[in-house]
């Protein structure tokens, strides 16, 4: 099997972390892939690392050509089975003379008409499937392909890097730090939480409106902002908590990283959340822009061993259910099998 992946993306970010993470775990896998993505140094690091070959574009959306021809130029050279194009701007790149064995991914609920050189379409749940055949896609060529935690072992950073108490409960945020991940109503919640610390591990275009914020609400001693992290399974294992705030979320893959990490989590109900935990079960479910609601949320989670026994041997299971790099492997080079069968 031979898989041309295809990413523009951000430097960082969600989407792109379920990126490289799949082409890695298809890499350890066995499956011949090459690279078509933007030239985010840490990325290209990994990929290369991983053994997997990396052709640079621009995906300019006006200068098209550049990226047209490098995608051409790869295709002709790989001849891949199946082409993969990881979200919509990489879809807008699709050649039509492959669209047979094209696959589109989607991370959230776009409109298939960015995905039309792509007979193939997967979202990242099966809500988003639902939404794709909705839209019009023959239900036999939609699928949910699910992403995995790619958490692996770490010592737990010491909490004095940040000038954390040890015994102080600490509640973890991975997020960017943009108006859709809620991250202003944490820190509410966080207001009438004394003695209660937090990490948001982040970056992005409201940080100084957050960090403002937090001095006004009287927080300054107890958040610590730790910027964009790499090491998340050194932070995870710090903390004994995760919160996860979002206004928008098409999925939520710190919901799988929480899981995996055995570390309890509170989740706002944004639709990926929504269709993934189950309220009381793996996660404790708050409705979103409600600092109320989460604060009690947290303060339950602190002052309850019991609950966050639970929560965290019900997230492990959930995660082992459906949510590890084996699982995706299989689940991606099953259908990829499918579209070059057919396609």
Known sequence: MRVLQVMAGAAAGGAETMFLDGVTALAEAGVAQHVVTRGAPARLDVLRNAGVPVDEASFDKLVRFPTTNTIKSAIKTFQPDVLHFWMGRAGTFAPVATRARSLGWYGGYYKPSR???????????????????????????ASTLLVFANIETAPPLDRATFDTPDDAPLVLVLSRLHEKKGIDTLLDALAELPGVYAWIAGSGPIEAELKAQCTKLGLDDCVRWLGWRTDRAALLGACDIVAFPSRYEPFGAVTVEAWAAERPLV????????????????????????????????????????????????????????????AFARASMTLYERISTIG
């Not at 990926?272 to 303060?299: C, I, M, Q, Y």
Request: hydrophobic letters at 40%.
């Open 115 to 141: 995905f039309k050189n792509c007979a193939w379409h997967a979202g990242v749940t099966r809500d988003i499937e639902r939404h794709i055949v909705e839209q019009g896609v023959p239900a036999d060529h």
């Open 267 to 326: 989740v706002a109900d944004a639709a990926g959340p929504k269709a993934t935990v189950t309220n009381e079960s793996d996660a404790l479910l708050v409705p979103k822009d409600d600092p109320g609601a989460l604060r009690a949320a947290l303060g339950r989670v602190i002052a309850d061993a019991e609950l966050r026994t639970r929560l965290v041997a019900n997230g492990k299971r959930s995660y082992e259910a459906g949510f590890t790099k084996q």
